[in-house]
């Protein structure tokens, strides 16, 4: 089964048991004339919908690339993800402002045993759901199921909440349903702000996930012929759609032809591996000049902004010496550099000096 299929079938039974529960909710609800109850089948209303638009995002995101974008349509997902975080937004700010008032003007419910009963099997079978999905949805890499299986797991809280509620109502005749609305609309909001704010991150671009950039380099690694692996960049167009470039230190000694054949094996090793086309630059393992090597790394480790440094290469003919420098993005970069480059020209004045900025955006190799 392909990933397409397997979120379309979750996603499918996640409407029809969302369906049912509202369907039993809602009844129970306008029976007892429970606030919370009706809110808590409105949630499972909107959750339905929101794996129905689950469906319709990664169908349209499975489209074949074309000639005006020849990445493909990956990044559908994430924006499917921004309409499901409206709705749970909206959800929970009418609920909200549906609750508020029951505060001090609560209703009168009328709680059977068997409406309690119902309602703590909606709670189990929302536990149930919610650990099925995000369970499907980390496996195959979805945002979109993990999301709605995290929601289905703040749903069997909140259900338990109700339930509680009608507990005591049962039994005291206290009315707590404004209270539990409130509380209600809250959990909700606060999901609808965290899935937004990780499709955002999503979006925008955030840092490679740290094993997956370990993962890489560790099989770069096994390359016989490479001695370091650095600037692994990773572009995501899509949870299944992933491309990017590293560099790679080999013996200044190799031709053309054997670099060439060796970036090739990589890029091909990295591609069955992990599904990701990488573009392979090399660094070469230059012989010699170990006196500014080591000078320059015990300046570096002076400052405690410069994560790493990498690249080193001496060009004798034009007496300059480059480097590759990553500086914590919390420190002055041009300050750092400019020292750097300060004190390493004073112990060897002879040449000139290059730093080349790379930027921290995936585990540094220690």
């Known amino acids: 089964m392909t990933r397409q299929e397997k979120i379309i079938k979750t ?8 369906l049912v529960l509202v369907a039993f909710k809602a009844t129970i609800g306008i029976l007892v004339n429970s606030i919370a109850i009706t809110l808590d089948a409105v ?36 924006f499917s993800s921004v309409i499901i975080v409206a709705i749970v937004l909206w959800a929970g700010v009418t609920a909200l402002l549906e609750s508020a008032p029951k505060i001090w003007n609560p209703d009168v419910t009328s709680y059977s045993v068997v409406s309690l009963i119902i309602i703590a ?3 189990g079978v929302k536990f149930v759901l919610g650990r099925y999905v995000k369970s499907v949805g980390e496996t195959i ?19 338990f909440a109700t339930l509680v509620g009608a507990i005591i109502s049962y039994i005291w005749g206290i009315s707590v349903e404004g209270i539990l609305g409130v509380i209600i609309s809250a959990v909700i909001i606060k999901a609808g702000i965290d899935m937004l704010r990780e499709t955002v991150d999503s979006l925008i671009g955030k840092r490679i996930d740290t094993e997956l950039s370990k993962k ?28 990017g470039s590293i560099h790679v230190k080999v013996d200044d000694s190799l031709t053309a032809v054997e670099i060439q054949k060796l970036s090739r094996l990589i890029s091909g ?12 630059g090399i660094y070469a393992k230059q012989e010699g000049y170990r006196e500014i090597q080591d000078d320059l790394a015990e300046i570096c480790a002076k400052y405690e902004g410069i994560i790493e440094t990498h690249g080193f290469i001496v060009y004798e003919e034009d007496k300059l ?5 990553i500086v914590d993005f919390d420190y002055d970069r041009e300050d750092i550099k400019a020292k750097v480059i300060g004190e390493i020209k004073q112990k060897h004045s002879e040449y000139d000096y290059l730093i080349i900025d790379d930027y921290d955006v995936s585990d540094i190799n220690k």
């Open 121 to 123: 099997v909606a709670v």
């Open 11 to 18: 996603s499918i039974i996640g409407i029809a048991v969302n």
């Open 216 to 243: 890489i380099k560790k099989s770069i690694m096994e390359f016989p012929q490479v001695y370091g692996v650095y600037d692994l960049v990773l572009h995501n167009y899509g949870p299944e759609s992933m491309n």
């Open 321 to 325: 010496v480059t480097v590759d420098m």
């Open 141 to 159: 890499n979805s945002q979109a199921l993990v999301a709605s299986g995290s929601d289905a797991y703040f749903d069997a809280i909140l259900s």
């Open 43 to 78: 949630n499972n209303l909107t959750d339905a919908l929101s794996s129905i638009i689950t469906i319709i995002g990664t169908k349209l995101a499975n489209k074949a690339p074309d000639k005006d974008h020849p990445y493909g349509f990956g990044r559908i997902e994430y």
């Open 269 to 280: 090793k990295i591609y069955e591996e992990f599904t990701i086309a990488v573009t392979v």
